[in-house]
């Protein structure tokens, strides 16, 4: 039992350094730091969109409209902390 909870940490961990990535290059995107047109940084920044888009759509559906301001990489982010620390507690108990 221990071990899995290991994987699922891992796995929160490694989305949650993809949404980290994500939201970097969003910033350098929109500051013009980096260009689409290269395609490399195309492919990347298509590759994260493609991983975190089902699901940023199933927050933004739920969260209220706040214009060009996109809260959900937030959300994400701090629902993947909140089962980061159910998870912890949980392994604690099994000791």
Do not use: C, K
């Not at 739920?62 to 301001?69: D, E, M, R, Y």
Request: proline fraction near 4%.
């Amino acid at each position: 039992m221990y071990s899995l909870m290991q994987i699922l940490l891992t796995i929160l961990n490694l989305v949650y350094f993809v949404v980290i990535a994500h939201v970097i290059m969003s910033w350098l995107i929109n500051f013009q730091v980096l260009n689409l047109r290269q395609p490399l940084v195309y492919q990347i920044w298509d590759g994260l969109n493609r991983l975190l888009n089902p699901i940023y759509s199933r927050v933004r559906s739920v969260l209220p409209s706040t214009g060009s301001l996109d809260l959900a990489p937030l959300v994400v982010l701090l629902a993947i902390y909140a089962l980061r620390v159910v998870i912890m507690n949980n392994a604690m108990m099994l000791y």
